[in-house]
Every structure is written in structure tokens, then in C-alpha cells.
């Protein structure tokens, strides 16, 4: 299957203005995946609707400022493991930095996927500071060797773009910006007058008002601080205007707004899903950006019926013309903007006038349009091959995995073969990866197993890549609906799959399920290994509250989510790694609380792991935690358990278990 991996810096991007892009990406055969940082919600997330839409999920650490330079450093690492790990054919990046780190990553990469960045905005433009045009520029020039297709949503950074040296075959493109999506943006109905009504009075807008909007994020670029002055200058009390939209600047607005006297009628309304209806309780709506690449939310404005007055940038240059289809201002003119707003509050036939015009030039920006044009560039991807569906019939319920690696006690490794030959639930294939093993009579055993029951398949490679790797392997060539988890030197009881499949079928809410253990050595069992039936958020903090042979998963999870991670960090716990992951993303897994497996780990080497290997699982807790939002004030302290541990006797700990277990 060829993947298709979306970049954004701050969540709720994709939902807000690419979920074409997804559908297009789609149909052309692609699984998509989507890239950013979860804990930056800038517009609304709508993880559901994009899980619904089968995009599989992944949290990276990417900041919206270049300069926070360890976690980008940190996000690049990631997306690089992502590329390689789900095989990513076609990278699609936006926003400066998802820019930036996304085409970084593909280049470093091993895969070395198609690249396509959509700039939606230079940060370089005619009128920019001389600091931008120093830094952003060369940097632009540079990344667009990396890049097979750049974007662009304006005539400035197209002609900019076009000049750039590309990969081969590679150029710049131009689309209509995101698009309109002129059926949910429309000028107001009659039999919508009541509901309008009744919308302004919850906005705080009395009846016969002059209201102004403006949408967007609240930061310094959207510079609505020179609609706040300008609103001042005016001194008319039934002028209100109402600002839609979060962001980093609106304490500063807030202060704004109580300096000129203005709290009782400038209101901050945060950030709103209801914007078609907000467009139409507006008289008129102020967009005074500094900067833009297009201004969706002037083409929305105009697309309602609205009369547009806005800066005059490189993007509202390219649908609005002052005096024809709206009213265009210095960005920096308090005067202008008040001039503009007092002319269309005083002539309501020029608001009609300049409504009009407006709705018929959004039509060429409309949703419709930048399909036509996503879809004439989306043609030059690499094609998706044809493929054959297996007959249902055909197909095994289970696919057992198992990593392999130097697996030297041959007596061990066939007592665990022979427990999942002898389940009581025999639909099953038996995929074994041999990572790389080095000792001749493991590989001569492994060679051997083929013969000995048909449902065993050994795949492999001559070099070592870790368990992480080798499950993987399995999961991309497994044929079953469901994925039992099984190690080289354990033992299943022999109703394991038998009652691990009947639960996970008789509780949909469930994706995954293990159960508890056995502890045991070459002297027999000496302990219990006991998991939470339903682990809770803190139930990640002490360790994996899931044991990892135990475990049976859907093999649809993994059409969703990404699998094991491969990095040498996650050596040793890469099931901890992705059971944060999978919970943090809002997957549920279970523990049936019944050992159903003998779970091999030797009572006197119960603690003994390097310090490399516990420095790193601190690394993995200190990432999970901080994306499951249990960092602080506890998490801190679990994060550096693996290391203290180490100093705690493994007497003490095989005590413990030993009084667990019902021996």
C-alpha cells in the first residue's frame, strides 16, 4: 500500500482547510497519515473525523517557531522514523517549518519519497523586512532542491517559486488557495433572518447594531489591534465588532480593548465552528493582515455577502480591488480603516454594491476550483499499484508474530513453537521473522519449521534490525484479522487465542487485549505478572501495564495507526512506546485477568539491563508522558525510575512476585 504522510506545525490544520486534499489522496489509492503537534491546537481538532476517514495519527514534538531549536530537532528525528517505519512514498508539508523539517526529513530519510510543499505564503514578499529576505529566502531557495512541487497561492510566490532549482522533473504549481466551499459560505437567506437575530443577541450585538467581523488566529500578523484603534477614532456607540479566533496575542488585545474604552463593545469570541453563521450576523467584515499568502477568511467574508474592506497585501491583492469589489487600506493606518468602515457605514447601497461584485469574483477561489487544480497536480505523484483482495474465506482469523534473534536453546524455542501449534483455536498462520540470527543451528532449526506444520512462515533478513523491525515485518505480511503476540522462548496456555479472539469479538469498543503470566525460569514458576484489567492514564506511569507476548491485537489497528517504532531508543520497550502511543490517540486495549502464558525471565538476571538501555526507556517515558499530559508533578519522578531501580536487589523484586504467585 503506498502511504502518504500530510506535515502540519499546529493541530487542526488538516481538518480545517486539507480534508479535500485527504479525499483526493484517497481516491488516487493513498493511506493517508497526518504529522503535527496534538498538544498546539490553533483551530479545532477533529481527530474523530479524521480517524473516521481512516488518517492514521502521529504526534511529533514540531514547534511553529524555527527557533526552538531541541524540540524541532526532536520533531525532525521523528519524522524520519516515521518516513522509514510506515514506508512513506509521498510527503505533502505546510507551514514554514512543516516546510522545513518535512523536506529535511525526506531527504534524510531512507526511503527518499516524493516531496510536495504548499506555501501558503512566502515569508518573503515585496514590503518584507530586510531580516526575512536575509534568512527565509536562501533557506526557501535551498529546500527547493529537495522538493518535487511547490505550491503556491499567489501570483507573487508563484513567479518567486518558478525560479527556483528543483528536483528532476520537478516545478512550481499554482492553486486558488484552499478553496471556498461555496455551499456552506452563501449570503443570507430570508427564512434565516430569525436565526440570524437570534445569533447576534448571543454574541452580545444588540438589534440594530453596525457589527464587524474579523476571523482568524489572534497574533501580531493579523494585526486587529489597528481595527481597535481605528474603531476609537469613530467614537460611534452602536459600532461593535467582534473578533473570532484563539492564538498567542490575546491578552494583548484584551489590554488593547480596556485602554480605548472599548469592553463593552469589542469582544473576543474565541475560537468558533460556526463561522458560515457569523459571516451573515455581519453589516461588513475588517481583514487587516499583514501578511497573507491568500486570506481565507476575506473569500469566506465575500462568499456570505459581506462588504470586504482589507490591507493591502500580496494575498487580498489577488481577489480584491479597492472601490470595485471592497475597500483596500494600509495595514498600518488606524485612519484608513476608520475612513473605510465610516464610508460603509454611511452608504448601505455601496455595501450592497461592493457585496455583489465580491460574490462573483470568489467563484474562481472557490472549493470547487482548487480541486480541479489539487487534482491535475496530484496526477504527477507515484502511481499506486493494483491490488488483488484476498477472498475472505481464505484468509486465517490469526496471524501469530514472533521476532527471532540468536535464539540459541533450541529445546526453549520448540516448546514455544509447539505451544502455538497446540491451541485449542486453530486458524491461525504462524509468521516468524528471523532478524538476522548468526548461529547456524538457529537458522538450520528455523529453516526446518516450514516442513513442520503449514500454517508456519519464516521470513527474514541477514542483518540485525531489532524486534521493532521484525514485528513489523510480520504485520505487513499478515493475512489474519487479528495478531497474536508470541516470543521465542515463552509458552501459551493452550486456550490463549481461544479466549483472547471470543473476548476481542464480543467487545468492539476494545482494540487490543493480553492477560496476565506466569513467571518462570529453567527451575519452573517463581512469580506472577499481574496487569490492570482496563489501565487508566496512570497506569502507564510504573511500567507497560500491558505484558507484551500476552497480547492479541486487530490487524485493522495498523491500517490506522503506525507500528512498532524501529529507533535504537525503543530497544527493550518498544511495546511500552507504542501502548502510550496507541492510548494517547484514544485506542483502548484490555487485560482478561487470567495467566495464559508462562513468561520466560530468569529470577536471579530479573533486573540486569544496561544503563544504556534504561537511559533510553527514560527518554521513552519522558515523550509518553508528556503526550498523555501525566509530565507533571508525578511524571517527572517515574521517569527516572528505570535508572534508580537499577539499585534496588533482584531479590527484593522476585520476593514480591513470589507472594504474587498461586504456586
Not at 521484525?470 to 496456555?493: P, T, V
Request: a positive charge; glycine letters at 6%; charged letters at 25%.
Amino acid at each position: 500500500m503506498n502511504k502518504a504522510l500530510i506535515i502540519t506545525t499546529t493541530s487542526g490544520f488538516l481538518s480545517q482547510f486539507e480534508l479535500n486534499n485527504v479525499r483526493l489522496l484517497q481516491e488516487k489509492g493513498y493511506q493517508v497519515h497526518y504529522a503535527t503537534n496534538f498538544g498546539v491546537p490553533i483551530y479545532e481538532v477533529k481527530d474523530e473525523t479524521l480517524r473516521n476517514m481512516g488518517v492514521v495519527l502521529h504526534h511529533i514534538s514540531i514547534e511553529k517557531n524555527p527557533f526552538k531549536i531541541r524540540k524541532n530537532i526532536w520533531a525532525l528525528r521523528e519524522l524520519i522514523r516515521i518516513i522509514d517505519r510506515e514506508a512513506i512514498s509521498v510527503v505533502h508539508c505546510h507551514n514554514p517549518n512543516g516546510g522545513v523539517l518535512g523536506r529535511l526529513a525526506a531527504v534524510l530519510s531512507k526511503r527518499k519519497p516524493f516531496v510536495v510543499y504548499t506555501a501558503h505564503g512566502f515569508h518573503f514578499f515585496q514590503g518584507a523586512p530586510v531580516k526575512n529576505w536575509l534568512f527565509y529566502y536562501p533557506a526557501e531557495k535551498v529546500l527547493a532542491k529537495f522538493s518535487d512541487i511547490i505550491i503556491t497561492i499567489n501570483h507573487e510566490d508563484y513567479t518567486r517559486a518558478d525560479k527556483f532549482h528543483y528536483k528532476k522533473d520537478g516545478g512550481a504549481a499554482l492553486i486558488p488557495g484552499v478553496g471556498v466551499d461555496l455551499e456552506k459560505f452563501y449570503p443570507l437567506k430570508e427564512d434565516e433572518v430569525h436565526e440570524r437575530d437570534t445569533l447576534r443577541k448571543d454574541l452580545g450585538i444588540p438589534e440594530h447594531a453596525f457589527h464587524i467581523v474579523s476571523a482568524g488566529e489572534i497574533n501580531k500578523n493579523k494585526n486587529h489591534r489597528v481595527v481597535i484603534e481605528a474603531i476609537a477614532k469613530l467614537a460611534r456607540s452602536d459600532i461593535y465588532y467582534s473578533i473570532c479566533g484563539e492564538g498567542p496575542n490575546r491578552k494583548n488585545l484584551e489590554t488593547e480593548i480596556k485602554k480605548y474604552g472599548l469592553s463593552d463593545r469589542v469582544f473576543l469570541q474565541g475560537y468558533r465552528n460556526d463561522m458560515p453563521k457569523i459571516w451573515r450576523t455581519a453589516d461588513i467584515s475588517v481583514f487587516p493582515s499583514l501578511r497573507e499568502g491568500m486570506g481565507m477568511a476575506g473569500l469566506e467574508a465575500m462568499a456570505s455577502g459581506i462588504p470586504l474592506i482589507a490591507a493591502d497585501n500580496r494575498g487580498t491583492r489577488e481577489y480584491l480591488i479597492d472601490q470595485e469589489n471592497g475597500l483596500v487600506c494600509n495595514a498600518a493606518s488606524a485612519d484608513e480603516f476608520a475612513k473605510a468602515i465610516l464610508s460603509l457605514y454611511e452608504n448601505k447601497e455601496q455595501r450592497q454594491r461592493y457585496a455583489a461584485r465580491a460574490q462573483n469574483t470568489v467563484k474562481k477561489f472557490s472549493l470547487h476550483e482548487s480541486a480541479a487544480k489539487m487534482s491535475q497536480i496530484y496526477q504527477k505523484l507515484p502511481k499506486v499499484p493494483e491490488v488483488t483482495i484476498e477472498n475472505d474465506r481464505e484468509r486465517p482469523m490469526i496471524s501469530v508474530i514472533m521476532g527471532v534473534y540468536n535464539q540459541q536453546d533450541l529445546e526453549v524455542f520448540e516448546k514455544a513453537v509447539n505451544s502455538v501449534l497446540q491451541q485449542t483455536y486453530r486458524n491461525f498462520e504462524f509468521l516468524i521473522y528471523n532478524d538476522g540470527s548468526s548461529i547456524k543451528k538457529v537458522n538450520t532449526y528455523m529453516k526446518e519449521l516450514e516442513n513442520k506444520d503449514s500454517r508456519i512462515r519464516v521470513i527474514g533478513s541477514k542483518a540485525n534490525h531489532g524486534l521493532g523491525y521484525a514485528l513489523n515485518q510480520c504485520i505487513a505480511s499478515a493475512r489474519g484479522k487479528y495478531l497474536a503476540r508470541m516470543d521465542a522462548d515463552d509458552i501459551s496456555h493452550p486456550k490463549r487465542f481461544e479466549e483472547e479472539i471470543s473476548f476481542l469479538k464480543d467487545h468492539p469498543e476494545y482494540m487490543w487485549c493480553g492477560t496476565n503470566c506466569k513467571l518462570v525460569d529453567d527451575r519452573g514458576i517463581w512469580g506472577e505478572g499481574v496487569r490492570p484489567e482496563e489501565p487508566g492514564t496512570d497506569d502507564y506511569l510504573k511500567y507497560s501495564p500491558y505484558i507484551h507476548p500476552t497480547v492479541m491485537y486487530r490487524a485493522s489497528l495498523f491500517k490506522k495507526v503506525a507500528g512498532y517504532d524501529e529507533g535504537k531508543k525503543t530497544a527493550r520497550c518498544e511495546d511500552y512506546e507504542l501502548f502510550m502511543r496507541l492510548f494517547g490517540l484514544g485506542y483502548k486495549g484490555y487485560n482478561i485477568q487470567k495467566c495464559l502464558l508462562d513468561y520466560r525471565v530468569d529470577r536471579e538476571n530479573y533486573h540486569n539491563r544496561s544503563w544504556k538501555n534504561r537511559f533510553h526507556e527514560g527518554q521513552v517515558r519522558y515523550e509518553g508522558f508528556r503526550g498523555l499530559g501525566i509530565l507533571w508533578p508525578k511524571g517527572w519522578l517515574y521517569i527516572f525510575r528505570p535508572m534508580v531501580s537499577r539499585f534496588v536487589p533482584s531479590s527484593m523484586i522476585v520476593r514480591k512476585k513470589e507472594r504474587m504467585a498461586d504456586l
